[in-house]
Nanobody, 119 residues
């Protein structure tokens, strides 16, 4: 079964921190580069960070130095530590493969987890 379950979001003030977790199905997690994406209301989904099976990371420029992605290859979890959060980080955060999954011709996404950063 394909499964992507995000958790860890919440409401924080500017400068605060959150740690997001994504539990992925074994088959998916072990086979692909994993990434985090986010989507703010009325905006397109955007790439945030990714990590390969070997631990090579890539970050969107706006989050470099603030966010850290890593993966637990034993328990099939990918994490995103977010520090020094800004209001512009407010969005629903999703984990997925890179590129993201397609099932039956349709993009597959989990429910995501809401991150809200107040001014």
């Amino acid at each position: 079964q394909v499964q992507l379950v995000e958790s860890g979001g919440g409401l924080v003030q500017t400068g605060g921190s959150l740690k997001l977790s994504c539990a992925a199905s074994t088959r998916i997690f072990s086979s692909y580069v994993m990434g985090w994406y986010r989507q703010a209301p009325g905006k397109q989904r955007e790439f945030v960070a990714s990590i390969s099976r070997a631990g090579i990371t890539t970050y969107e420029a706006s989050v470099k130095g603030r966010f850290t992605i890593w993966r637990d290859n034993t328990n099939y979890i990918v994490y995103l530590q977010m520090n020094n959060l800004k209001p512009e980080d407010t969005a629903v955060y999703y984990c997925n493969t890179q590129p993201w999954l397609k099932i039956g011709g349709n993009d597959y996404w989990g429910q995501g987890t809401q991150v809200t950063v107040s001014s």
